[in-house]
């Protein structure tokens, strides 16, 4: 809901101001309306229910994916187009009695669309619109919330999180109510530096994720235009910075384009970038490598033996390396897949 609204409003109808802090606490708990919201009078509950919507975001469709996978498409107020992500990971198997809920992780957009227009990202062929605001970056999390509790938030979704930190941040503070702590909420960037060094003087222990896709500028800045303005060399010590600030891992999400990004001597270039290791030996970086869902796109993705020769290659150099779990490519929800059908 927008929370700006909703404190004018209890302000006109000479509420106390701790009536938006109950409004808000129902809210993250996944209530589905003000009529549930019961340690409210219900004169007020009527009046809110009349005066404010319970969601800055109008639903317009959902896909579910056969592995748990479930992508929205929503319209701000304005008509603007925006995606957000479920993702559902298998149960883990206690030892004894009952299952413990595996991970429940959503991805969440931060513009309308995005300026910055890197090729292989579905997203970037749309048309900007704008930043969103908090309350409609915090509405596709209180959208999931009410289907079932969640525990990490990505913002990998539409738009260039760092192109509207003051939104994304505010988003943050409210996320640990909703029942992702800031420990499990992760940050991307394609390499804005500015945004990279405010996050690190940022109090909240979120994380960083850098959006790399390759290990040289020409072949960086043909795939994602922004490495003209931020080449390679700055953004990683933008990185390296934040990691001694912080303490915090920085991970590298790598999409793996087929005949592009994926060769050997590429894996070599990238090992030798995210060189050398930390204080005391621990390295600065994690890759992700992105097996990438073609889905209409100009590019091919790297089959499976081309991914586990560039996962070894930088193993064999100290570099750790996982390759992500593809999520929701069924229903176009995979990474780089997000273009709202409405734009």
């Excluded at 909420?185 to 500015?194: A, D, E």
């Excluded at 990004?261 to 060189?275: G, H, K, M, S, V």
Aim: with cysteine; charged share 25%.
């Amino acid at each position: 809901m927008d929370l700006q609204a909703l404190e004018k409003i209890l302000a006109e109808l000479g509420e106390p101001r701790f009536r938006a802090g109950q409004v808000w606490a129902w809210a993250a708990r996944g209530a589905e309306g003000f009529e549930q919201m019961t340690n409210l009078p219900a004169p007020l509950r009527e009046q809110l229910a009349a005066l404010l919507p319970f969601s800055s975001l109008q639903l317009q469709t959902e896909a579910s994916s056969r592995d748990g996978t479930v992508k929205a498409l929503f319209a701000t107020a304005d008509g603007r187009p925006l995606e957000a992500v479920l993702m559902r990971y298998r149960d883990r198997h206690a030892e004894h009695g009952a299952p413990t809920p595996g991970r429940r992780s959503i991805c969440v957009s931060s513009q309308s669309g995005c300026p910055l227009t890197c090729r292989f990202c579905a997203t970037g062929a749309m048309k900007f619109a704008r930043n969103l605001t908090s309350s409609e970056i915090l509405d596709q999390a209180l959208h999931f919330r009410r289907i079932e509790p969640i525990d990490h938030c990505v913002f990998m979704g539409m738009g260039e999180p760092m192109l509207n930190l003051d939104a994304v941040l505010g988003a943050c503070e409210r996320l640990p109510d909703i029942g992702v702590t800031h420990r499990r909420t992760t940050i991307s960037t394609v390499g804005w530096i500015p945004g990279i060094e405010r996050l690190g003087e940022c109090d909240m222990p979120v994380r960083l994720a850098l959006s790399l896709h390759a290990a040289e500028d020409a072949l960086r800045s043909e795939l994602m235009p922004v490495n003209e303005r931020y080449p390679l060399a700055d953004v990683i010590e933008a990185c390296r910075a934040f990691h001694s600030r912080r303490r915090r891992r920085v991970f590298i999400e790598y999409v793996m384009l087929a005949g592009v990004n994926d060769r050997y001597e590429q894996a070599l270039a990238l090992a030798r970038l995210l060189q050398p290791a930390g204080d005391r030996g621990k390295p600065v970086f994690k890759v992700n490598l992105i097996p990438f869902n073609p889905s209409g796109s100009e590019f091919e993705g790297s089959g499976r033996e081309s991914i586990a020769a560039f996962r070894a290659a930088l193993e064999s150099r100290g570099v750790p390396v996982t390759v992500r779990l593809t999520r929701g490519r069924d229903i176009a929800a995979a990474c780089g897949q997000l273009a709202a059908s409405a734009a």
